[in-house]
């Protein structure tokens, strides 16, 4: 298992270094995190409070399904982690990466009073997982953002459960959550949503609805 | 061969590298091609489904006129394979370049019930191969955007027949195709077109025309 | 003492480095400095009129509290170091930023009849020091440019001494001042502010809200 | 001379990728020289047509007042030579920038009526050379684009005369021209005219005045 942990926690620190070089992770914001082991659930996670952009190999987190930090490492883990946790076992994923961006920002409040936000049309919706042509439409649900992350933890399970479909959510003036199967496609997913988000964005603002 | 071949697909590598990090071929979209041999066609192109940020020399496919992938790769070309064909024929084209970015999916969307977009009276179309000057009006056609590509591909060929002079077109929301004698005037175009989009949906904005 | 500085100097130089990127600083705009020496004040300090972009650790002043360069370079410190010797008595400081982006250029002006711009509501503010949750309301003070930077240094005195709260400051037309315990609080706080600023604006943008 | 011209193209091939990556020389657009000799002139320049994220100092041409390449490069001047020279030699300048970027391109459509582009009260406006204080108002000279290199170098004679403190001037849908007394003041200048056209779109959008 070490070996693997080692080669994920590698990975993770060239993702976050690259969305944190395209403004994604600013400000010790957002957290990355991969599975490692499903049996006895092991994640491998950034740490709570660390700069993306200056991110070590040896900082990334061993935690347990209950959060518990199983390496050796001091760092405390994210108060984020029980989403994480509570992604990778009712998707069944690889991978949840979670990133603050200026437009989810800006759209997760926008679109808040509906719930979440529609993507239809784009030829980039082919590249999320299972989806196999552009006129796709994807709902992103949206959730109100909490400092009670059990609760929220709760929350996103009940949202995922009702959009069996989603490939990822909003929180509200806060950011966004998406998975895959492995790093690579949790990666690509993040491209595609946060293309997507910056597309629509720039959209109104071009004809002008406000 | 085989030398080129190997020098053509370090060169596509390092392309893709530099687009991706514009945001011009996020979440896997997009790919470019070069001929290597034109007499029976050989076209180099990058795989479908990868990270153009994290691509690799050895990943490149060489594939023929049918699309089948003759070199030792067990890669999958990518669908659009018929459009780079189809150009590279149709155009004597040395390089065929597809970028996704989020201007050109915006204007390819706006304008389409125009049937393509006009540039005209930018010093920056002087790049463009064979213009000689800012008076020069350029017609981005646009066609709408279809999971059948070899249907696509009929039209491409269709539209290319018609605007003999056009540099490029545009998929509606999805991208820009545009192509060079090599692939320093493919690039050079992209560079060129991606520039002139952004202006003109800029100029948009700034003038308060939705 | 001699470590610490030059250890402090690398660390600046990266990250004016990093900030120069993004367009925080161009031009020889901005300065940053961090305390070496607490009891007789000792900072090092950006020089004056350096490209951040190409800035040398050798480069980099010791000051005192006098703004008298103490170390054995020959360059001068800039005009804006009493700012940065006032924030760092007056907060307890151990390192002063200060840059000048476009967004920080324009809302410090737009908001500049109002003394300053509240932001409120965002997940992002919890990365500010001893913020807990997104609930928080931060003022960010906007005080006139002046070139009589002793005089200014006055009123950023006050403005400190006012807004006790505060996590930086914003120049009219001039820029962002924040502050840390340390170089990596002061880093995370110009990211953090900056991504509000762009966010606010752009929301503003979005909403046709003139 | 011999290291001096190497040391300057070294300098060259730097600043133009730097310039490149921001987005500012795309597509083989824009030049860059520097003054080598100026009793009988001579002057280190970009060639015409090359890409300038990929330039290699031994494509750097030298140059002599009448345009005639006088080092043992094969490659061809850039048509705006006659404007550089221009400005080298009524400026006393050490190096002259020319950059491509959307705001200068789209500023200098919006303001070409009036003649020019009024810049004031910026603390940014300091980083010109001479400037003293933000109550500075700098006047952009903006000129029609004409593919007539040498009429166009007349012309802005004439400008550079009428405006004796401009640090710059823009052409019409086509981009800046600004200089320094070295190549160091040349790109300070080009980043400081940059963010402010860049500001100046950004507000105009911001406050809603198409």
Not at 1 to 8: A, P
Not at 144 to 172: C, M, T
Request: charged share 25%; proline share 2%.
């Amino acid at each position: 298992m070490s070996q693997s942990f080692e080669l994920i926690a590698a990975q993770l620190v060239s993702i976050a270094d690259g969305f944190h070089r395209r403004g994604w992770l600013l400000g010790t914001s957002g957290n990355l995190s991969a599975v490692v082991e499903r049996e006895s659930l092991h994640l491998a996670m950034t740490p709570s409070g660390v700069d993306k952009g200056a991110l070590l190999a040896d900082q990334i987190l061993l935690i347990d399904e209950q959060k518990r930090v199983i390496s050796n490492h001091q760092a405390k883990p994210s108060d984020e982690a029980p989403l994480h946790i509570r992604i990778v076992k009712q998707r069944s994923a690889g991978a949840v990466f979670h990133t603050h961006s200026v437009w989810s920002t800006m759209l997760s409040d926008l679109h808040a009073r509906d719930g979440g936000l529609a993507v239809e049309g784009y030829e980039m919706l082919k590249g999320l997982a299972g989806v196999r042509t552009h006129e796709h439409r994807e709902w992103l649900p949206i959730l109100e953002n909490s400092q009670n992350l059990e609760q929220l933890a709760g929350k996103v399970g009940e949202a995922l459960n009702e959009h069996v479909n989603a490939h990822g959510f909003l929180l509200r003036r806060h950011g966004l959550y998406t998975w895959g199967k492995d790093l690579a496609e949790a990666k690509r997913q993040v491209e595609i949503i946060e293309f997507l988000l910056e597309t629509i964005g720039r959209t109104r603002m071009l004809s002008g609805k406000g």
